[in-house]
């Protein structure tokens, strides 16, 4: 078969009816912009959910869990023997981690992780004059722990900065920092449960768009922490660690456990519910996508149908003077490939288009959230997947009713 | 003189709205160079039958041999291939491809049979087109043309591949008087010089000016003569 000849008829087709052409394309077009600013959109808001979640939180959590429950001397010489104790108290078990520095650089030299902070944390109650809230302060190394949580990009106001340059520094949760009317450069008092007192200054506020830290939690400088509580400059209580690839946290975290013999938790134990959100998500997200692209496959099908349906007569006449059944085929999947892929080409373009005015458009998420308009994301595996199946389905459709065509006796259309 | 075409007991049915019988045990042969027309009432199954004998329409019971081929029970790309090389086909309303011009209509076949050059094909086509008189319309689209014209256009389309045989289904019945006397001097003209025509018919005065006049009823053939050709 010479294909030359059936571009040829299929090129006259396309430019015969150009308006028809077009329609054929635009169904293509729409299907698969609609596609791909969908799914654009849904897996955005699926990784912002997760990020907004998942990275307040580390990927493995190392700490010392203080047990309060511990067997009785007694009970451990004489086992299963009749031992009466009443109200034994627990030993006073420091939450610190022994070599907790050390334990923290040996682990930032792992291979797959992408940062180590070492901190210690504690409840604190915070005043200003007569108020009194509740919540917690960590010292940390900023640095460190703007690797792990992107702090730069959380803060609402003042530096991470001044808190390396002022050691009686406070980086403050926003609506804690509100709760205690307090602004970027007030004081605060901070005391601890062990009953140490001290006179901070906010020079930041955060915001991760989650109540629980935003509410709470402060970040001071490692070692004005540490003093606080009167300890050590070794004195260290949690390692958050993240790693390159967050999958690998879950082995990674038994293997730290193994070697160091401290309590980890990783983030698929500390977040199932979030972990089966977004599962569901993903669901609905497959959901939505197949429920599109069926539609849309059904909307190009029928324009190819009709195509083909209107060349009818054409294809009798060309059978009649010789045309082979994959000669007429031939023809047919031209034009689809034509349609699907301009059109597809087309979409993806249109796609992005809209995908882009949704991620520019301004969004009011109330103060709190880290984002000022839609979430949106980008993925050319998406586009790819859009152009692909627009191009398949197109082709289908264009080749079942044309191999049905060809199949007929000339006469029977003829004659009709 | 050899046989081109030879049809045995050739039995055809529709079978909607009830199982009807077309033709009923027709058999003829038909000579190489002969211009054969065949002639009955509307209704009568002559189209059915050159419908057959053109291999557009597969369902049928008998033989149906052309050119020393076996044609009964091919499948459609033989036919298809066969009907490119050995047939020409001029349909009652024409049937160009209105998107294409005059001169791609006439030489598509040429192009899908491949035994020219595309340039030696165009020159072809143009020749065929002077022949039939319509080389000044060669470059306007089929939908432009009129009847007439386009009737001419389909003939030369038949011609393009040298076909063993033209067949013509009431080849001028959509045409005025001028048109198909034009039409049929071609024709005249064509079987002059050797070409086997078949034409279905139901214009005596065309019929008068064939060879040989096979005359149908109620699908059977009820006649077959001679015409002295004047």
Redesign the interface.
Known sequence: MDIRIASQIAQTHLLAKKRQTLVAMLGVTFGIAMFITMISFMQGVNQFLEDSALDASPHIRMYNEVNTQRPGLIEQLNPGKFNVIYHQKPKDEQSRIKNGMTIAGRIERASGVLGVSPQVATQAFYNNGPIQISGTISGVDIDRENRLYKLTTRLKSGSLNALKTNPDGLIMGAVLADKLNVRTGDKVTVTTPKGGIRTLRVVGTFGFGIGTIDNTKSYGNLSTVQEMLQRDPSYITDIHIKMIDPLMAIPFGKQLRAIYGYYTEDWATANTAILAGEKIRNMLTYVVSFTLLVVAGFGIYNIMNMTVINKIKDIAILKATGFEGRDIIAIFLLQAIFIGVSGGLLGLGIGFGLSYLLSITPFDAGGFISIKTFPVIFEPKYYILGLLFGVVTTVLAGYFPSRKASQVDPVAILRG | MSIVLSAKNLNKYFYDPEKFRVLTDVSFEVQKGEFLSIVGKSGCGKSTLL?LL?T????YEGQIEMAGTKLTGRS??FL??F???H?G?V?QFH??????SAL?NVM??G????RYLEKEIEERAMEKLRLIGMANYARKPASKLSGGQQQRVAIA?ALI?DPTIIMGDEPTGNLDKANTENVFDIFRDLASKGQTIIAVTHDPDFAAGTNRTIEMSDGLIIGNHENKIQ
């Open positions: 419908y053109s557009m329409d597969t369902e459609q790309d298809a291939h009907r490119n090389e047939l086909f349909f049937f160009l491809l209105p998107e294409f791609q598509l076949p192009l899908k049979l491949g389309r591949n």
